[in-house]
């Protein structure tokens, strides 16, 4: 189906994803590439409505399966009008977090099951995966320690919700290694940055793409 390259971002929070997706976006702007930078939930209107809801701490106390079907539901729209869009005419669609933040942070996080979790967004995306995922591996507390003063929902969970979430990301990487690329966090942001780049670079050779 898709002619582009679609990339996603993910990690604990504070891992500095946002940095990195907007690092690797201008970079292949530069040398000429199409390149929409989205985010998750989010990316469209009614996406980003989502968004408030699931991320807002006035929502505090929301039921885990509903949370679940929110960001299922905010990501069946961003795919629909944006992401695969984008992949038909032949861009680079890199987006910050994506399925498997889901799986983390519901399935194993919630404790809904990472596999049902998994299942309900692979229905709502039409099983649409990145060609490449970039995970930014950080230490929950390292992470933790990174956030503002205002937290949103997910971030004010206690750090034993993020270590769960954390090694659930590191299970999902290695059960898929060709898929990802794992980087600590902790890194300098410019060599994390020249090394996705290069992985993407790599990938976009492959494609014939320069």
Not at 10 to 24: C, I, M, N, V, Y
Not at 41 to 50: F, H, K, M, Q, S
Not at 59 to 84: I, M, P, Q, T
């Amino acid at each position: 189906m898709a002619s582009g390259l679609f990339v996603a971002f993910e990690g604990g929070d504070g891992a500095g994803k946002s940095t990195q997706a907007r690092a690797l976006a201008d970079a292949l702007r530069q040398a000429g590439h199409e390149v929409v930078l989205t985010r998750e939930p989010g990316g469209t209107p009614a996406a980003e409505a989502i968004r408030h809801v699931v991320l807002t701490p006035e929502f505090a106390g929301l039921d885990d399966r509903a949370e679940a079907l929110l960001y299922a539901a905010s990501r069946a729209e961003h795919v629909a009008r944006l992401v695969r869009p984008a992949l038909e005419r032949g861009a680079v669609v890199i987006t910050d977090r994506y399925i498997d933040s889901s799986i983390a942070y519901q399935g194993v996080g919630r404790g809904l099951g990472p596999d049902v979790v998994g299942e309900i967004n692979l229905w709502a995306t039409r099983s649409l995966l990145p060609d490449l995922t970039v995970l930014l591996d950080v230490d929950a507390g390292a992470g933790l320690a990174r956030i503002g003063s205002e937290p949103d929902r997910l971030e004010a969970e206690p750090e034993e919700f993020h270590a769960s979430v954390v090694a659930a990301f590191d299970a999902l990487a290695a059960g898929d290694p060709d898929r990802y690329l794992v980087i600590p966090a902790s890194g300098d942001v410019h060599e994390i940055a020249a090394a996705v780049l290069a992985r993407v670079d790599g990938l976009l050779a492959e494609r014939g793409v320069r």
